[in-house]
Nanobody, 128 residues
Framework: QVQLVESGGGLVQPGGSLRLSCTAS????????MGWFRQAPGKEREGVSC????????YYADSVKGRFTISRDNAKNTVYLHMNSLKPEDTAVYYC?????????????????????WGQGTQVTVSL
């Protein structure tokens, strides 16, 4: 059974930075499309960024382009989300997800149901 464990969330001031980590067990990340999603109170879960298997192609939601960077360390079986210039509207629970590459990375990243394995989530709060 795939297990994904997120870490790195917390409270940060606007303009600050955080790095989220997602470590996987029972799978080899390089064979999976990995995604970061977030869900704010009262809102639907949305795709933030994804990284494809193999060539490591990436996708970013328009709201985070230029501020967030997704990366993968295959040796550590870990995917990261580097978040810079954080805004209050980035406040949410952030989830890591994994799925074999069944479609293009953009198609998968805009559709949370495309992913079958999820972590427990980590809270990110951007506030003064």
């Amino acid at each position: 059974q795939v297990q994904l464990v997120e870490s790195g969330g917390g409270l940060v001031q606007p303009g600050g930075s955080l790095r989220l980590s997602c470590t996987a067990s029972e799978i080899t990340l390089d064979y999976y499309t990995m995604g970061w999603f977030r869900q704010a109170p009262g809102k639907e879960r949305e795709g933030v960024s994804c990284i494809s298997s193999g060539d490591g192609g990436t996708y970013y939601a328009d709201s985070v382009k230029g501020r967030f960077t997704i990366s993968r360390d295959n040796a550590k079986n870990t995917v990261y989300l580097h978040m810079n210039s954080l805004k209050p509207e980035d406040t949410a629970v952030y989830y890591c997800a994994a799925e074999p590459p069944l479609a293009t990375i953009q198609t998968m990243c805009v559709s949370p149901p495309a992913f079958g394995s999820w972590g427990q989530g980590t809270q990110v709060t951007v506030s003064l």
